[in-house]
């Protein structure tokens, strides 16, 4: 199948899948990703056919982790694996795809051996800082809290955070858990240029509403 074919096929299939994604792993998510991806790969080298696939495919499985609980990770591996072997790609390309998404998620502490899985898990970690990232991470609480409330579906590991009585409370856990730590858990030396900035921006973000929490808490 042509690339360009196989990128649009994939692309089409991912967003139906995540049509109904409540949080922040939608398809706005998925194409920042792919578009991080190329702008590292253009730094540091790595197989465009492999990362593309693997960024339009690394959360295709985070809807059965909402309802199932588990690993989006590990979810959205085999869900690509059967995908593109359907699509006829060779096992060593599918392994190479799937590797790159089993290994990308923050949580999951593990650290990638190849280039194309550094490069993913960097983009990924990427989009989480930044105004993007404050962005993403209170849509990401408000969408959570609302499946508990709704669906009783409880995200044991986010509930510092998403679970907090007080949603600001939660966002400065949110802050101390991920973001912060972030820029250490890299791989690239382009994405570590591109953290610090982002992570700026967060940081003043944050102080801003320290600032205006106490000031309305000191009303009451």
Partial sequence: MPYTKLLEKTRAFVSSVLAAEPSSHDMAHIKRVEALCLKL?????????????????HDVGVLREHENGGDHALYSAEIASDFLSREGLSEALVKRVVYCIKVHRFSGGHVPEVLEAQILQDADRLDALGAIGVFRAVLSMGALRMLKYTKGIDKGKSKKTVYAPDPVDGFYEYMQYKPSKIPEKLNTETAKRLAEERLKTMHLFQEALKREAECESLKT
Avoid: D, I, N, T
């Fill in 41 to 57: 790969q253009k730094e540091e080298g790595g197989e465009l056919l492999v990362l593309r696939l693997a960024a339009l495919l």
